[in-house]
Nanobody
Framework: QVQLVESGGGLVQPGGSLKLSCVSSEGSFRYDTMGWFRQAPGKEREFVATTRRSGGTYYADAVKGRFTISRENARNTWYLQMNSLKPEDTAVYYC????????????????????WGQGTQVAVSS
């Protein structure tokens, strides 16, 4: 059974940075699309960013210019570098993977992702 494991969450002050990692138990070459979602307290889970092996990187408007998604295939790992963090970025962050290439209009649709991690907490507070 495929497992995705996130790490790197924690407590950071506004304006600070964190880097999240997601490691897959199977080779990341098996996925085309890998992404990050988040769920803030009392809110629904929302799209953050995604990257496709077949090309294309996409970000939610709320994080554009501050977050960067990347992947390291040799380590079966993808990352979310988060800079200039704001209190509204506080959430549980989940990594997700889809075997198939998702069309651009679907990259933010959670239903299209086959595998999910358990989540890592990010808290931004002074």
């Amino acid at each position: 059974q495929v497992q995705l494991v996130e790490s790197g969450g924690g407590l950071v002050q506004p304006g600070g940075s964190l880097k999240l990692s997601c490691v897959s138990s199977e080779g990341s070459f098996r996925y085309d699309t890998m992404g990050w979602f988040r769920q803030a307290p009392g809110k629904e889970r929302e799209f953050v960013a995604t990257t496709r092996r077949s090309g294309g990187t996409y970000y939610a408007d709320a994080v554009k210019g501050r977050f960067t998604i990347s992947r390291e295939n040799a380590r079966n790992t993808w990352y979310l570098q988060m800079n200039s963090l704001k209190p509204e970025d506080t959430a549980v962050y989940y990594c997700a993977a889809a075997r198939n290439r998702l069309i651009t209009s679907s990259v933010g649709d959670q239903r299209m992702y086959n595998f999910w991690g358990q989540g890592t907490q990010v808290a931004v507070s002074s």
